[in-house]
């Protein structure tokens, strides 16, 4: 998506929705998962499609994408993988 991004840049791009940036930004969110279309934090979900815990089904407040996800924040970090 974004080549080249620092991690204080992508940390704000993740937490840039308000729902995240109004309840501590990325930093406070480091174990919810990442939504895979647009890079951004997404929540984990709890509704018809299926639980976080059991399915690893979330959703994303920024695009509206849900489904299945397996990478968090804080694996996405780690591995660099907003530089992709
Ligand atoms: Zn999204």
Known sequence: M?????VA???RHA???HWIAN???ADKHIEHPICPRCE??????????GSWEKDRIA????????GKT????NEYLQNQMYRS
Do not use: D, F, Q, V
């Open 15 to 17: 937490g840039s929705h």
């Open 40 to 49: 951004k934090i997404a929540l984990r979900g709890n509704g018809r499609k």
């Open 9 to 11: 840049e992508y940390k």
């Open 70 to 73: 397996t990478t968090r924040l």
């Open 59 to 66: 959703c994303c407040p920024s695009c509206g994408w849900h």
């Open 23 to 25: 309840n501590g930004g």
């Open 2 to 6: 974004i080549n080249r991004m620092g």
